[in-house]
């Protein structure tokens, strides 16, 4: 069974620029999550889809995270502008019915300069 | 105040030895709690889930103290492979969003 997939690995961009973060989750998994890790911080909670619909997106830090998940498969989080203060590691995570099912992709590292 | 309190470490263990972390939360409500293992520039695993009345798996003991709102997690006989940062992590009540600890780095030295 393939894991969940993120794209991309790592990501470079200058402040003011757009990023897309692409997230694959296991197949047939209807739920979905972002989070996100800020140097020296823990792992804090974005938001959550089930299917294709945003079931708490209450961790999104402002209006400048854009989640989709279109069809209920994968799913993108947009960051525009960026901030330096936008540079961690997002991670995405699925899940079938139980929370502790979790599984987690290997990350997209943001640097934004 | 934070969901979820851990000493960052970091712990610096010889082979064979037995070491031991504990997490602090504050939502007296939490429902689950689960220990995840994380290594360098990779992605959380989750290593065990906690019960209240305690749990072992192998070298790897969990107990959680509902009154005290404590988590812990011992490793007995440490192995180099056991290096890592362990994270404690939370899920609150009626929420399938999950609350992180700041992870506790061990080191497991030949």
């Known amino acids: 069974e393939a894991g969940v997939t993120q794209f991309p690995s790592h990501s470079v961009i200058e402040k003011g620029q757009t990023v897309t973060l692409r997230c694959d989750p296991i197949?047939?998994?209807?739920?979905l999550y972002w989070y996100r890790r800020v140097m020296g911080k823990e792992i804090k909670f974005l938001l959550h889809f089930v299917k294709e619909s945003k079931q708490d997106e209450s961790g999104m830090p402002n209006n400048r995270f854009l989640a989709e998940r279109t069809g209920g498969t994968y799913s993108t989080l947009k960051v525009q502008p960026a901030e330096l203060e936008d540079s961690g590691v997002y991670f995405c995570?699925?899940?079938?019915?139980?929370?502790?099912?979790?599984?987690f992709g290997s990350g997209t590292r943001l640097t934004v300069v | 105040r934070k969901e979820v309190e851990q000493d960052p470490g970091p712990f610096n263990v010889p082979e064979g030895a037995t070491v031991a972390f504990n997490c602090t939360y504050s939502n007296s409500a939490s429902q689950s709690f689960f220990w995840y293992r994380q290594d360098c520039r990779k992605e959380p695993k989750l290593l065990m889930s906690?019960?209240?009345s305690g749990n072992e798996d192998g070298r790897f003991t969990a107990q959680l103290n509902r009154a005290s709102q404590y988590i812990s997690l011992l490793i007995r006989d440490s192995k180099l492979s056991d290096s890592a940062t362990y994270l404690c992590v939370v899920r609150g009540t009626g929420a399938n969003n999950l609350f992180f600890g700041t992870g506790t780095r061990l080191t497991v030295i030949p």
């Open positions: 995570a699925s899940s079938q019915n139980q929370p502790y099912g979790y599984t």
């Open positions: 906690v019960y209240s």
């Open positions: 197949s047939g998994h209807d739920n």
